[in-house]
């Protein structure tokens, strides 16, 4: 079964730290991996994109990285500010699932004052 | 650009009724796909909508069917509803083919079965 996992589940961490989300998933052949974030009760916004020949992606405070050999990717947040405060969600298109998305469970992240 | 928009916002249905969400894909897409997303989990794949046809579906019940309209526009039904099947049901849109773009997700039905 192609899975995706994130760890941590929930981080909590002061504003202005610099901060790493993990994502990982089972098999290589991917054709992108997507980073999302969800406000509590709404939809997706897609953050960063980063497609299967490429092995980082920056946009702001916000970096990815793609590792296909060892099934990982990071979101680096830095100069964390409370306004980040959200759940953050890994989805990897695998190659042999079709059309669909595989998600993680998501990071719940809390950036206090 | 009003990007993916879905109705309702919530809904509220009791075990064994009928319920309707619909869908309209970000201008310029034609792809529609549809996810359910219980409380603490990652949306999960239910089917998606290309040409008017179901060109891929998840491992949902047949409880679960849908429809696209000439417009592009998507329509997801669930029949006898259950207590499980209360859940955030987002819909994305995507532009073919989907392999150099994003999916763009809606805001979401927040449905409750009781």
């Known amino acids: 079964k192609q899975e995706v996992t994130q760890i941590p589940a929930a981080l909590s961490v002061p504003e202005g730290e610099n901060l790493v989300l993990n994502c990982s998933f089972t098999?290589?052949?991917?054709?992108?991996l997507q980073w999302f974030r969800q406000d509590p009760g709404k939809g997706l916004t897609s953050l960063l994109l980063?497609?299967?020949?490429?092995r980082e992606q920056t946009s702001g405070r916000l970096n990815a990285s793609l590792d296909k050999s060892s099934g990982r990717s990071t979101l680096y947040i830095a100069a964390s500010q409370p306004g980040d405060s959200a759940t953050y969600l890994c989805?990897?298109?695998?190659?042999?699932?079709?059309?669909?998305?595989?998600f993680g469970k998501g990071t719940s992240l809390l950036v206090t004052p | 650009d009003a990007g993916v928009t879905q109705s309702p916002t919530h809904l509220i249905k009791t075990r064994g009724q009928q319920v309707t969400l619909r869908c309209s894909p970000k201008s310029g897409h034609d792809t529609v796909s549809w996810y359910q997303q219980a409380l603490g989990q990652g949306p999960q794949f239910i089917f998606q909508?290309?040409?008017?046809?179901?060109?891929q579906r998840g491992n949902f019940p047949d409880r679960f069917s849908g429809h696209q309209f000439p417009n592009y526009s998507s329509e997801l039904n669930v029949n006898a509803l259950l207590l499980g099947d209360s859940a955030l049901y987002l819909c994305?849109?995507?532009?073919?083919?989907?392999?150099?773009?994003?999916?763009?997700f809606g805001p979401g039905t927040r449905l409750t079965v009781l």
């Open positions: 909508y290309y040409e008017e046809e179901e060109r």
């Open positions: 098999d290589s052949a991917i054709y992108n």
């Open positions: 989805a990897v298109w695998y190659s042999n699932s079709g059309y669909a998305l595989n």
């Open positions: 994305a849109s995507s532009a073919t083919p989907p392999s150099t773009d994003t999916q763009y």
């Open positions: 980063i497609q299967s020949s490429q």
